[in-house]
């Protein structure tokens, strides 16, 4: 395997030839399905493409809460407002799972959360875009959790255990997330005409976004081959679009929604789905801060981030005051 995404990347991947005894031992672990461990040797390079995953995933996580906290307080019923609360809770122990997995390459949660407050660690592109109505919860379950229930299945089996081991139970988590935004979009496609003109509205604002979920087009990806490479990518950005189209494309059509896209396409030849490319130029301009939401979201996290200084201040004052009861004690 690694040598054909040697030969096919042309992205300056090393072949085993060019390794030094190390790497190539190292890379010979994961060609044959090791798990890297915290404790184990790792090429630097290895550990950084981890941190940015890593770190970009969890602040994604934590980031995703704002705009389906932005709807807790005008759930339509007490149900819909008890599962929202409990999939925002969710959301909130994801990120802390893997910030815990990212913790054990060497970086504190410190550094994290810096990174993301100065914009240089991302998240999502997807958590820029705003929730108008309440479809849009629908919506963000149906299609963007749809989204990253694809990316993270195949992350069960990456590399490094630590950051596997914790997609095992938010792949499980996920699945629910999505089946509860299919159930609010089936519910308001079979409702009211007003119901199921807001069920389209949200469709059409969130296919493309969803689609850039997966990042750009392979060609264009400056991290895939490499990260494939170490197994800490298990498909190519573009084989999990084509997949993510595949499956959602049907259930738009049993909901009675229209996907977007007038060139959607059964090709018999392929086996998938012919559709239309999200603009990137608009993917790379929400990257670089210029989405719609951009300035709210990260603001919303500075401020939760000064607003808990003194909870911060207050548990680290607390170990260190039981570390010299200890000491003193001895």
């Known amino acids: 395997m690694y040598a054909q995404l040697v030969k096919s990347s042309g992205k300056g991947v090393k072949s085993l030839e060019e390794m030094d005894p190390q790497e190539r031992a190292f890379q010979q672990r994961i060609d044959a399905g090791d798990k890297i461990e915290p404790k184990d040797w790792m090429p630097d390079g290895y550990r950084k493409n981890l941190i940015r995953q890593i770190g970009q995933h969890a602040h994604s996580e934590i980031v995703g809460q704002l705009p389906e906290g932005n709807w807790i307080t005008r759930a339509p019923t007490l149900e819909r407002k008890a599962i929202l609360l409990a999939k925002v809770q969710d959301e909130a122990g994801h990120g802390l799972y893997l910030y815990c997995a990212a913790e054990t390459l060497g970086v504190t949660r410190d550094e994290l959360f810096e990174m993301l407050n100065n914009g240089k660690m991302k998240y999502s592109s997807i958590f820029n875009y705003p929730t108008l109505t309440w479809a849009d919860m629908g919506a963000v379950g149906w299609l963007v959790d749809g989204a990253a229930i694809m990316n993270q299945v195949p992350l069960q089996r990456t590399s490094y255990g630590p950051y596997a081991r914790a997609m095992i139970r938010i792949c499980k988590e996920e699945s629910f997330h999505q089946r509860q935004g299919f159930d609010i979009m089936m519910k308001m496609a079979n409702g009211s005409e007003?119901?199921?003109?807001?069920?389209?509205?949200?469709?059409?604002?969130?296919?493309?976004?969803?689609?850039?979920?997966?990042?750009?087009?392979?060609?264009?990806?400056?991290?895939?081959?490499?990260?494939?490479?170490?197994?800490?990518?298990?498909?190519?950005?573009?084989?999990?679009?084509q997949k993510f189209v595949d499956q959602t494309a049907p259930q738009a059509e049993y909901l009675g929604l229209t996907v977007p896209d007038e060139t959607l396409r059964w090709n018999e030849e392929k086996g998938g789905y012919d559709f239309a490319e999200p603009d990137w130029n608009e993917f790379f301009d929400v990257i670089k801060g210029n989405g719609p939401c951009n300035t709210d979201r990260l603001n919303a996290r500075r401020k939760a981030w000064d607003e808990g200084a003194w909870v911060r201040e207050a548990m680290l004052a607390h170990a260190e005051k039981k570390r010299a009861a200890k000491l003193a004690a001895e």
């Open 194 to 241: 007003a119901q199921k003109k807001m069920a389209q509205d949200a469709l059409n604002r969130f296919w493309f976004p969803s689609l850039m979920m997966f990042g750009p087009s392979d060609k264009e990806s400056v991290h895939s081959a490499q990260s494939m490479a170490w197994k800490i990518k298990m498909n190519t950005n573009d084989e999990l679009r």
